[in-house]
């Protein structure tokens, strides 16, 4: 690893202008060798905190406009912000950024926009408690590297403030029960912003879920299968912090994408929650590799990085009712793009990359067919009010717009939003558990009950 602590390394980025780092040293990461202790172990149900009541089923206040403030505005931040002005009833009140450079790009972008210039805070890595301790903001947003959404959403939380981090939220297991604990006890809400949840085909098939096409659902799929060498080893963006995940982790390192709308089909925390989950990893190899073919200088800051994350991890969970989900990561591998998306119940099944459904008793024998009949009947009634306009906007083909558009719906109507502070936890907890039972030669994990036994009240 490098010697350069994170300051350093943005000093660099900062005089390099835009934000690119002349090093292509990585930013210092916490320990997380430390996650496989009794304080992480999943039995561990910390008692909830003085005064806290539960955050299902809470309303949003309503409001006129949603006043927002963004943390972290790198490639993903600004693309929301992208799509979040094109949201009526929206206002950009602050942004922050370590990096001047990307924090006025994101001001450009609001004035572009037509709305007056939000406050900056930049150049500190702590400059967020600024931001979010301004009384004239309703949400804070955050898109930073993942090793701040934690601290960025407790402080959010403990200024009063809803709160909503890019994926995974969090990284260890006490660092989700700290989110829980803190939205309980601010009633404020901490949200997984999964817009993976609002694709075309997931809305499309929780609705067809939920009208009992495939039966009683029996299993799910899901996976982040994404080829990311190149990015990982950019000398800029991500590339600046997410390849130090692969020499601290073996276990699935975004598993939020995936399994967020199969929850969605299986209704849980809502009647049913996850119990368990035995991981599984192979060597590590498409890191190394990739560095052989593409950094030829020995002497690069690169060469001192041991990269531990199994090219492929692959998991089982298991659900109170019985059900399985199978859940993949990989971003090491020269592989086509898939999420799965897959459902199967009593009476059919679906799979996804590319969309085809098979239901029992259909023409054509045992084969698939493809899905577009059903969206005569099953498109999801947001797709059909503002799916012309999410696909202008285009941010992985609509689904990002839809869920910004959906977030600032819930909260000028004053609505229970979509997901909450349970969700967005046990959606990420896969990343610590499967690190853990890969740790202990694929030992089943348990899956913390972070709604502390309201699940059943779905
Ligand atoms: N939902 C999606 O489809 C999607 C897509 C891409 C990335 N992401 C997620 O978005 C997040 C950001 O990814 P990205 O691609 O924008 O990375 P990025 O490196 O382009 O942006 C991160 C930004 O955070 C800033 N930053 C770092 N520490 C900070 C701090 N303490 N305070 C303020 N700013 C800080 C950096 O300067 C940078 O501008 C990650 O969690 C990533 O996993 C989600």
Redesign the pocket.
């Known amino acids: 690893m490098t010697p350069l602590n ?1 300051r350093d390394l ?1 000093k660099q ?1 900062l005089v390099t202008g835009a ?1 690119i780092a002349a090093a292509s040293a990585l930013t210092p990461l916490p320990a997380i060798a430390e996650n496989v202790s009794a304080a992480e172990h999943p039995d561990a149900e910390p008692a909830p905190a003085a005064g806290a009541k539960s955050m299902k089923g809470v309303p949003f206040e309503r409001r006129d406009v949603v006043r927002i403030g963004i ?9 929301l912000l992208g799509e979040l002005l094109a949201i009526d009833g929206v206002r950009i009140v602050a942004v ?4 001047p450079d ?1 924090a006025q790009r994101a001001v450009k972008m609001c004035t572009d926009a037509g709305q007056a210039a939000p406050a900056v805070y930049a150049g500190g ?4 408690e600024q931001l979010v301790a301004r009384d004239d903001l309703d949400f804070v947003y955050t ?4 090793e ?2 934690v ?2 959403l407790l402080a959010a939380l403990k200024a009063g403030k809803h709160c909503g ?4 939220i969090g990284v260890t297991l006490k660092d989700l029960w700290a989110l829980v604990d803190a939205s309980e006890k601010a009633q404020r809400h901490c949200l997984q ?4 949840n609002y694709g075309y085909n997931e809305m499309l098939i929780n609705r067809m879920v939920h009208d009992g096409v495939f039966g009683e659902v029996q299993s799910g799929s899901a996976a982040y299968i994404h080829d990311l060498r190149t990015i990982l080893f950019e000398n800029r ?2 590339g ?3 390849r130090g995940w692969h020499t601290k982790v073996n276990g699935n390192l ?1 598993p939020t ?1 995936g399994l967020g709308p199969v929850a969605w089909y299986m209704d849980l925390n809502n009647g049913d929650r996850m119990t368990h989950m035995v991981s599984m990893s192979t060597e590590e190899r498409g890191l190394s590799l990739h560095r052989e073919k593409t950094v030829p200088d020995k002497s690069d800051p690169k060469w001192k990085e041991t990269y531990v994350t199994g090219d492929l991890n692959t998991s089982l969970i298991r659900t109170a009712k019985g059900k399985m989900i199978h859940l993949m990561h990989d971003v090491s591998s020269p592989r086509p793009y898939t999420r799965l998306n897959g459902v199967a119940g009593t009476k059919g099944v679906f799979e996804d990359y590319p969309a085809r459904i098979y239901i029992e008793g259909q023409q054509g024998g045992h084969s698939f067919k493809p899905i577009d009949e059903w969206k005569k009947t099953h498109e999801h009634p947001l797709w059909t009010r503002v799916g012309e306009l999410a696909r202008k906007k285009g941010g ?1 083909g609509g689904m ?1 717009f839809i869920m910004a558009y959906r977030l600032v719906e819930c909260m000028r109507e004053g609505l229970v939003p979509d997901y909450d502070v349970y969700d967005a936890a046990s959606w990420s907890a896969p990343m610590p558990l499967s690190q853990m039972s890969v740790a202990k030669g694929s030992a089943p994990m348990k899956f913390p009950d972070f709604t502390r036994g309201r699940w059943q009240k779905g």
């Open positions: 994170r943005l980025a934000g943390v972290g505005t790198g490639l993903r931040g600004r693309s922050a950024d370590l990096v990307k890595e702590r400059d967020f898109a930073t590297p993942w701040w959404h601290p960025v981090a890019e994926c995974p912003l999964e817009n993976c963006d991500e600046l912090w997410r975004y994408h992985h990002d």
